[in-house]
């Protein structure tokens, strides 16, 4: 007796760019480039195997980018987004960020939400390190 059948998911480029916070036009780029293979389905769109996109992910958010900008860090949670909202305290701020198809808001201290210049509009990175995750299945 073997093992079980796993099920293969097979995901169109809308639904692997919103999974990756990127434009299906970048996905689109990247499976045209042969970055990520991709095959048809019957009424010819293109799709992408659930495996080979993990793949993908997995080498995506290797570590490089950080320690190219000589930001070494071991937290490997990163969600860069845009600033949509600042809320400063007396003491503290609260901050979101929009990081593709996530809303991140955190609270931080007032002086470090001034030193970072974060206002609607402004680039930032979400930096997550947490000893509990919690996963929800579709």
């Known amino acids: 007796m073997g093992q079980p059948a796993r099920p293969v998911h097979h995901y169109r480029i809308g639904e692997a760019a919103a999974m990756l916070g990127v434009s299906a036009d970048t996905m689109r780029r990247w ?14 769109h293109r799709i992408i195997a659930g495996e080979r996109l993990a793949a993908f992910a997995r080498e995506l958010a290797k570590p490089g980018t950080a320690e190219a900008e000589g930001r070494l860090s071991s937290a490997r949670n990163r969600f860069p987004g845009i600033v949509t909202h600042v809320v400063l305290g007396d003491v503290a701020a609260q901050v979101e960020i929009q990081a593709g198809p996530f809303r991140v808001v955190s609270l931080i201290s007032r002086e470090s939400a001034e030193e970072l210049a974060l206002v609607p509009g402004s680039r930032a990175t979400a930096v997550i390190k947490s000893t509990n995750v919690m996963i929800e299945g579709s």
């Open 31 to 44: 499976v045209d480039a042969g970055r990520l293979p991709a095959e048809r389905d019957e009424h010819g």
